[in-house]
């Protein structure tokens, strides 16, 4: 099921449940839960767990143009801007708490499914002052996509104290960097930017 786009006090975003077929679900769930892939974590901190490259290579393949769909009703500006696609699992440490952020500017679609467990806490959205606090729970399976803006796609999460949060990171790239910070600030404030920065060091 799709959950139409929002545009609030918040910035615009998409929520897709079911967004994994049962098999590709099962599978990344099993990858998640492989003790092998678990090294690193602590109950404080993250890690990423680096798909096998035919595996990534289906998902990418897979599902790339949804992606590509839900950039062009989001942001349509930054899609011809897109470049590589990418797909990793996350997880964080049952107290791991990350702040209010920006994705990089190098992001032009970012999109986060919450994988395990049951349970959990979603992404918390706010308003360009960084005010507001929204949730967007969690639900297994549950896609949360939005597409980065400068100074207004801000977010953070955490896990629940008593679980680690297992999610897919999914995300379409850009190299064109100068032209994606013009779509985002516009053309003149850009290049006063830009004038400013040659006399500051």
């Not at 609030?8 to 897709?16: N, P, R």
């Not at 892939?37 to 599902?63: A, P, S, V």
């Not at 467990?117 to 992404?123: F, L, Q, R, S, V």
């Not at 207004?152 to 995300?171: I, K």
Request: overall charge positive.
């Amino acid at each position: 099921m799709e959950i139409p786009c929002y545009n609030e006090i918040m910035f615009k975003y998409k929520v897709i449940d079911n967004f994994f077929d049962e098999k590709d679900l099962l599978e990344l769930t099993l990858i998640a839960k492989d003790p092998n892939n678990l090294q690193g974590l602590t109950d404080d901190n993250k890690i990423h767990i680096q798909l096998e490259e035919k595996f990534k290579d289906y998902l990418i393949k897979k599902y790339q143009n949804s992606w590509i769909s839900y950039l062009d009703e989001l942001y349509p500006q930054k899609k011809k801007l897109f470049d590589t696609a990418s797909i990793q699992v996350s997880i964080a440490g049952k107290n791991c708490k990350y702040p209010i952020h920006n994705d990089s500017l190098s992001k032009i679609l970012s999109g986060v499914l919450y994988l395990l467990p049951k349970e959990n806490i979603g992404t918390i959205i706010y308003d360009n002052e960084k005010k507001n606090p929204k949730e967007i729970k969690w639900q297994v399976n549950r896609a949360f996509v939005f597409s980065r803006k400068d100074k207004s796609t801000w977010h953070s999460y955490s896990s629940d104290g008593v679980h680690n949060r297992c999610t897919v990171n999914f995300n379409l790239h850009t190299k064109q960097l100068n032209k994606a910070l013009i779509i985002d600030r516009g053309l003149i404030i850009f290049f006063l930017k830009k004038i400013k920065s040659l006399f500051i060091k």
